[in-house]
Structure formats: C-alpha cells, structure tokens
C-alpha cells in the first residue's frame, strides 16, 4: 500500500479541472439553447442584443449574478443556508466523473458507474431540503419538502430501468453499456455486441419513455417543475438566495439536465459509437485520438438533441400538481419499468434473441398510451358545455335556452 | 398576533387541523395584480382562506362625485383594466337612460364592435394567464400578440392603447378611421387563428385537463347566491347573459349563442371564455354589416347635466355583470355613483371554493375566477 499511484491522482485532479471548466461552458451554452429554443416556440427572437445571436448574453447574465449582493434571510441558519448550494452542486458535479465522453474520455472509469451516478445523483435532493428548510421561508419549505417527497415517485422507476440494462450488457459499466461486454457464467457466455448496431432504444422502447418520463421529474422540468413552481411556490428552495449562490443552484440544474441526456443517450442512443465506424464514411484509417473525437462530438450532438427535447416540454407543457405526479410515478412508471425489467430478465435468461424484447415492449407501450388516451378522453369532455341561444318570440323572447330550440 | 405578523385566528375558525400558515400576496406572481389571501394549509391541503383585498383601492367612487361625468369617463376606464371600453360603455348608458338620450345608430354599432373586440382582448388574456397559473408559458404569448393587434386597432381608433376616453353621453368622440370596417374583418381572421391554436394548445391537453377538471366545483344555486355572474355562473349551468336577458345598445339585432357549462369547474370556465370570443367575433361581423353611414354623436350640452333622479343599468363585461348606479340632484357632476364589479362579486365565492384544495390549486382557481384588481379595490 506504500506505492501511491501520483499519475493518476494527477490524472483525475487535473480532469475534474477540466470537467468544471467543460461543463461551465456547457451550462452557458444550454442557458442560451434554451433561451433561443423557447423564443422560437413563442414566435419572438429571444436574446439578440449582446453578441452575435446574443451569444454573449449568458457571459452578461453569469458577470451579473456574480457581482449581485448575496442575501441572506436574518432567521435562516447560516452555515446550512450557504452549504445547501455547495451540496447540490458537487453532486451534479461529481456524477460527470464517471460519465465517459468517449471509449477514453473519462474522469475516473469505475465499474459500477451506473450504480454511482443513481446513488449520487440523489444526495442533490439533501440540499435541496436543508435550502428549503434553513430559509426560513414557508414556499422555500413547501418547495424542498416537494422535491423530497417527489423523489421516491421518479427514482425508482430510474433505478430498475438501470438495472434491466445491466441484465442486458451484465455490466455496470458504462463503457460495456455503449461497447458491448461478454461474460461468461458457467458454460453460458451471454455477450452483446455493443450499441454501435442496435442501440437499446430498439430494444427496450418501454425503458427509454420511462427513463426520459422518471428522468424529466428528478431534474424538476416541466411537465415535472413542481418543487420550484413559479406561480405556486415561487421558486420554492431558491426563493430566498440571490447572487453568486443563486447562481451555483442554477449551474447545477443545468449540470443534472445534461446528465440525464447524456445518460439517456449513452444507455439508449449508443453513446460515442457512431452508426457505422467513422473510417468506413471518411475511407481512410484513423487514429485512435481522431476516433476519441469524432466519438465525443457525436455523442455531445446527440445529448444537445435530447437537451433541446426536454426545452421543447417546457414550451408545450403545463405543470402536474404534486400528488398527480406521484400517482403518475407509482401507478404508471413504477409498474411499467418492472415489466420492462422482468421481460428483459426472461429474455436473458432463457437466451432468447433481443428483438423479442422489441415485440414484448411495444403492443405495451401503445396499450399504455392507449389507456392513458382513453382516460384523459373521458376527462376532457367538451360536451359539459353547451351552447344556448335567444329563445323565440313566441317562447318569451329575451332568455337563453339550449342552441336549436331557439330561433 | 404571531412573530411574523399575520393573524392567527383563521385557524379557530377554520374547518380542520392547520400546521401552516401562509400568506399569498400581495407580492406573489400568481395572484393576478395586489390580491392577497391568507390561507391555512393542513401541509398542501389549504384549510381555510381569508382574502385580503383594498391594496389598489384609489377611492374611485367618492373621486366620481367631483368629476363631471366626461371626466368621470377616464376614471372608468381604469376600473377594469383590461375591458376598458366595456367599462365606459356601462356609464355612457347610465347617464343616457336618465336624460332620456337617443343615440344614433351607427355610434350604437361601433361601441358593440369595440366592446366586442375588447371582450376579445380580455379573453385572450385570460386564457393566457391562466395557462401562465399552471406553468405554460407558450400560450400566454401567442394570446398578448394576437391582443396587441386588438389593441393596435383601439389606438388608430381612439388614440389609446388601453385607457381610451373614447365613448361619450350620447355617442362617441369621434368616427371611426375610414378603413375601420376593413381593418376589423382582417382582425378578426388573424384572431380566430389565434383563438383555434390556444384552443388546440390547451383546451383537451393532457396535463391541462387534469388540473382544471373537477378543480374549484360551485353549484349553480351557490353560485347564484353568491352572485356570481358572467362566464362564472354559466359554467355553472345557470343560462344568464344580459345581452340577452335584458338587452342594451343594439344586442337585440344579432343572432349569437352563449355557450352555457353544466360542470361548473375551472375547465368549464376556461372553455366557456373560448366559445363566447368566437361568438364575439359573430357579432362583430354582423354588426360590421348592419352598420350605416351616419352621425355618431348626439345632440348634448358639451357637460351633460341628467335631470334628477337615480337609474341602475347593468351589462354583460368580459368578467360578468357590470352595474352602475347613478344618484343625480341635477348638477354636472352625480351625487353618488355606484358600481357593481363583477370581479369583486365573482371574488366571494374564493373561500368556499378554495377549501379542501391543494395550495397549487389555489392559483387555478383564482385564475379561472378571472378577476381585475383595479375592479374589486376601485
């Protein structure tokens, strides 16, 4: 244990350096993506002043939180108020490190990746409650006890459609979720191929819905937005922070944001892998470097698509109250991700081919479509309204009555 | 009293247990202007209300006894808002009725299309703001660009965006632009576009039926006996417009349905505001074509002076029945003018309907309320 291995610890601090720095420029990216995708949904420009395509706007938003007064509340708890933002953000931020970019591109490969990106994407929610509980606010309570009280609804969902994956690669390593993995469990060798060919959307349709579904409610995203409600709770936790904390609570709901894209692209949409090897569409050998980098610009296209999906729902959608979203969680998401996990299970196990899979997830898919349609069918009922009009001379004139009896 | 200031008793006579007390207002987004209630939650189940009203009180009806009644015109506009045109139609009507005046037809026929295309506005609006409650942002847009070219139109006619002084004893202050007739008929196609895409963006969504459908339920007879009125009440199956009921200005002419609800639940008072602006822009058409060249003014002294006595008149506003009651001794300025909000009155049933909700219903009820703070403070 005396041989303390420098290079990588070098390795890693130098990586996290460069993770941070990767991700700021993320996030003032995404603040401007979504901006710019809202404003086209809206029909009117978005930022346009400050740069070209106001591109330098988000570096203006980010100059003047900074220099903004930082507030703190007379009755809230000091040293918990200001280590709420500090807890929520190193989580989202810790969860990257293990995130690969591509087949050489991460932090710290571990290999139970998936489990440790489940496990510490929820320590956020602590924060979330010490900031909603130490304001001394009572919509700063209401909101952390929400995103509390929301987190049982989504993470479990989250966790078993994980875990239906690691019965497919039998790995939890996020590099074998995206390359393939071949294991070996008594005479049986179960391998996969890796999701250059198939990604697992093809395969599991039923996990992807309820991955994205589970994975829109831990960000807190419209249809989902319920913890920090604007016209109910009025930001909820964040309610009382300004300035440079403020601002650390929203670099970490974009980091999350983009965690959960990238997840979904890396566990569904193959991550780095592109649809046919880079060398066969540019006809030459490349080196290993060029393959790494074509990998992690295509894989980051492909989370910015999913990101852009997500700020589409925020332009569509209204907002679930909280108990609807739970039932929505534990009568529909809960349900529906055994079934995918308990399928996928029987498939492994009795070495069926994978596209059986697809023939199992997708008549349930469109029959829980079909009966949530139906539901929301009967509710939406316009017949509830009438139309009424002047009734006739003859009836008395000037009073309304039901639309035909009238002249 | 507690240490933050707010008023305990609420608890005593509320109907259950409260653990919180929270107050909502006057500074909150979704309290639609300086409206403030103080509810009593049992965690997110609110328990008991009790509203707080009077922060944008001006005293606009003792202001009216010193004003004479053109500038009493402006004062109305600022009552409600964003049916400001309604609002003067109500008092214009009032003092007509007491001096006996008989308007000519074609001011009749421009103030029911300005009315009418103002009810327009608010509905847009409302709708806006209510889905704006529930956290869609989209629709709120599209509606204010779709009101902001009603609202272009109001200032080529009367110079003003919101606040017109437009309508006036016996007529209105001018004719209308000459390619008015031509300008509304564009209007309202670019308007029912707009009205079918919010339709279609919010009316039979999944998420948006689910928190207004069976939210803030009010019987009809409950509904009269708070005396609800306006869109409020019909949703709740009672068939009253006074567009109907009791006629004004030239309403009797046009052949419009009144869409009548049966559920009486916010879904039902959203979807009625929908139907009654498609309506709106029937009567529109119709009295676009029935108009005439003519005067638009009648003959009055340049300050009105009704002779002695009292009249109440009441019309149909964008937000329900709006009464004006109006004391004369005579003089040129009223000895006492009364008006009857109907947001103010539509606020009173807030406490019954709020009860046994969750706090994130409160703002969809409220919002489907439709109320206008500058009409319940006055």
Known sequence: ?407 | MTESGITTNVIDKGRGMADMLINMGPQHPATHGVFRMELALDSEMIVDVTPHIGYLHRGSEKLFENEIYSQIITLFDRLDYISNFNNELGLVMAVEKLMDLEVPDRAEYIRVILCELNRIASHLVFIGTFALDMGALTPSLYNFRDREKILALFEATSGARMMHNFFRVGGIKQDVIADFPARVTTLLGELEAGIDEADKMLSLGEVFVERTRGIGVIDGDVALDWGLSGATLRASGVPYDVRIEEPYSVYDRFDFGVPVGSAGDCWDRYYLRVLEARESIKIIRQALQQMEPGPVQAKVRAIARPPKGEVYVHAENPRGDFGVYLVSEGAESPYRLKVRPPSFCNLMALRDLLIGHYIADSVVILGSLDIVLGEVDR
């Open chain 1, 1 to 407: 244990m005396n041989e303390f291995n420098w290079t990588y610890i070098a390795v890693v601090v130098v990586g996290i350096f460069g993770l941070f720095a990767f991700l700021s420029t993320v996030v003032i990216s995404l603040t401007w993506y979504e901006r710019k995708t809202l404003a086209r949904i809206q029909m009117r420009a978005g930022p346009s002043r400050v740069g070209p395509h106001g591109l330098l706007q988000p570096m203006a938003d980010v100059f003047k939180l900074i220099t903004k007064e930082d507030i703190r509340p007379t009755n809230s708890s000091g040293m918990l108020f200001w280590s709420a933002p500090i807890i929520v953000f190193v989580s989202a931020f810790l969860v990257w490190l293990t995130v690969p970019f591509a087949d050489g591109a991460v932090v710290a490969p571990q290999e139970l990746g998936l489990l440790y990106i489940v496990a510490i994407s929820t320590v956020g929610i602590v924060g979330l409650l010490i900031a909603g509980y130490t304001s001394s606010s009572k919509y700063s309570v209401l909101g952390g006890i929400r995103a509390a009280a929301q987190l049982v609804s989504y993470e479990i969902p989250i966790i078993v459609v994980v875990l239906a994956i690691a019965v497919l690669v039998q790995s939890l390593d996020l590099r074998d979720v995206v390359l393939g993995n071949e294991v070996t469990i008594g005479e049986r060798v179960i391998s996969f191929g890796g999701q250059g060919a198939i990604p697992f959307a093809f395969i599991m349709p039923l996990g992807l819905i309820v991955f994205i579904l589970a994975g829109l409610a831990e960000l807190g995203r419209t249809p989902f937005d319920i913890h920090h409600a604007e016209s109910e709770v009025v930001g909820g936790p964040f309610l009382e922070y300004s300035g440079a904390h403020w601002a650390v609570f929203f670099l970490a709901e974009y980091i999350n944001t983009f965690v959960i894209a990238a997840l979904t692209i890396l566990l569904f949409f193959g991550g780095w892998s592109w649809p046919s090897p880079p060398e066969s569409i540019f006809g030459t050998a490349l080196e290993e470097w060029q393959t790494d980098a074509l990998g992690v610009g295509w894989f980051l296209f492909k989370t910015y698509m999913v990101v852009g999906l997500f700020f589409w729902f925020r332009g569509t959608y209204p907002r679930l109250r909280i108990d609807q979203l739970m039932a929505f969680g534990w009568k529909s998401l809960i349900p529906l991700s055994f079934v995918n996990f308990i399928l996928m299970s029987i498939v492994i196990f009795y070495d069926w081919p994978l596209w059986t899979m697809t023939t199992f997830s997708v008549p349930i898919l469109i029959g829980g479509l079909y009966f949530g349609a139906r539901r929301t069918a009967r509710k939406a009922d316009p017949s509830t309204v009438q139309m009424y009009r002047r009734a006739s001379r003859d009836d008395g004139g000037n009073k309304l009555v039901p639309d035909g009896t009238g002249d």
